[in-house]
Nanobody, 122 residues
Framework: QVQLVESGGGLVQAGGSLRLSCAAS????????MGWFRQAPGKEREFVAT????????YYSDSVKGRFTISRDNAKNTVFLQMGSLKPEDTAVYYC???????????????WGQGTQVTVSS
């Protein structure tokens, strides 16, 4: 079992930055790939980024590539999403999730956090 709690969301102006954190409990955190997803009002949840358990592989959606960076600290059971050059269209609830293998597919994730709101004003 893995429990996930996101933090770091908030209100930021366009062009600004935020860093999201996801703290995991459970002794097997380091064996899971971790992902970030987001869901805007009236839209489906979509893939943002994922990182393998060894941190050697990262993948991003085209919409955030070059602006967002996913990383993890296995010693602290935490995964991060550094977001830069934020745009109003990045406004969404951001969720972290844990999977056995790094994947862009929602169905590949076994555990989910409750989400943290990110709002980007124009």
């Amino acid at each position: 079992q893995v429990q996930l709690v996101e933090s770091g969301g908030g209100l930021v102006q366009a062009g600004g930055s935020l860093r999201l954190s996801c703290a995991a409990s459970g002794r097997t955190f380091s064996s899971y790939a971790m992902g970030w997803f987001r869901q805007a009002p009236g839209k489906e949840r979509e893939f943002v980024a994922t990182i393998s358990w060894r941190t050697t592989n990262t993948y991003y959606s085209d919409s955030v590539k070059g602006r967002f960076t996913i990383s993890r600290d296995n010693a602290k059971n935490t995964v991060f999403l550094q977001m830069g050059s934020l745009k109003p269209e990045d406004t969404a609830v951001y969720y972290c999730a844990a999977a056995r293998l790094a994947t862009r597919l929602l169905s590949g994730y076994d555990y989910w956090g409750q989400g943290t709101q990110v709002t980007v004003s124009s």
